[in-house]
Each structure stands twice: as structure tokens, then as C-alpha cells.
């Protein structure tokens, strides 16, 4: 039997570790939408948390295209996906297509930070949303040229990745058992000692 979208909620979660930031251990992506829509007030909260990201010299080279579904937008960024992310992230009611600017603004050089910005940003967003009940999904997997072309990007902006956000939704809504087991298998991770380092290959002692 499907489980219910609070018992999948409840197994995403992350274990709670004392301290560590409550959205951080509710965010993640989900691929099952409920038929909900985003309010623009808490759309806007979530530009407004990605806005006091940290960036290289400040330079907030960020942009974030937003598609509310059924808008020329939205079709846009969903055409663009792969076809394995257009199996379920077309009920999601808002798209979003991340890309940064790669040049400097105040002296035109090359901003190699600009994806790392973008990044940061796209994660105080993705943690935002967490914290207003919101579910995001970031996906790499979509045409850059298409996309580039469809929205007019410059060349001078990289692309970084895709959210779908949306209110969680049932798993069996998904109709597809892949994308069921998918979405109804616990979370895992590296153990800190694979990826906190106190030289190469040397687990830091945290203790
Ligand atoms: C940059 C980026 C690209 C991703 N691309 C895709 C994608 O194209 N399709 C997809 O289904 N999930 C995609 N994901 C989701 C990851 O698979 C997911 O974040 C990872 O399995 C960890 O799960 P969690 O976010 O629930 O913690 C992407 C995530 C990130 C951050």
C-alpha cells in the first residue's frame, strides 16, 4: 500500500541533531505536488531570504525566472526539461530556471564564483521554503541551449539548475511505480567523516 504524503514527509526527514536549523532537516525534494497554488507573499519571501545570500565582491549575480503554471514562462522551463523530469514536475505550480551572471559588473572580468553564488542563494531559497512548508525539487536535468533560447538568456549568464516548488503531494498522485519508490525511500548520506577532512583522506576529529 502507498503511503500518505505525511508518512513520506516523515521518513525524508533528517535525524534531528541538536541545534542544527529545524529547515534544515525538513527540506526535501519531493516530486509529488499537491494541486495547490504558492501565494505571491510567500514567493516573494523566498527571493527575500536568497537576496542576503553571500556572494564574491557582492556582486548578487543571481537570477532568478520564475514560471507560475500555465503562464508562457512556466512552459518555457518545462519544455526544456528531460523527459524523466517532465514525468512529474509539471504538477508543481511554480518553475524556477537559476542563472548567474559570469562577468564582474565593475570591472567586466570573469566572475568564476558566479555558479557558486547561484548555488548558495538557490539553497537559502530551497531552506525558506522548507521553513514556510513549502517543498522544492532542484534538477539539473534540462536542455541549456533550449532553455537559453526559449527565454532569451544572454550569453554572458550561466544556467544553473531548475526548482519545482509546490506543497508536497500524495506519492500515489505520481501514477508511475518508479517514481513512487522514488519518492518513498529514505534519505541517506556520507557519514561526516568521509567529507570533513583534517588533511587529505584524514576524517577531522569533531569530538
Ligand atoms: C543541482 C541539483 C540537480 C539535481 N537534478 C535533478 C534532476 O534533474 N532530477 C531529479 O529528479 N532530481 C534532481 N536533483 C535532486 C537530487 O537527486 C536530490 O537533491 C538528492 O537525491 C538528495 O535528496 P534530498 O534533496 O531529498 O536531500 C538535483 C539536485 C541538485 C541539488
Redesign the pocket.
Known sequence: MTLSAIEVNNL?QAPAVEGVLPAVLH???A?SFADRAVSAADLKKLFEAARWSASAYNEQPWRFIVGIRNSLTYNKIFASL?G??QS?AGKAPVLILGVASTKFSHNGSDNAHALYDL?AAAAILTLQAAALGLST??????DRDAARQALEIPEDYALG?VIALGYQGDPAALGNEHLIELETTP?VRKPLSEFVLSAWNEPASLT
Open positions: 525524508k527540506r526535501w525534494s516530486r528531460i524523466f523530469n512529474w548555488g525539487h532542484s534538477m539539473a536535468g534540462f539548475a534519505r
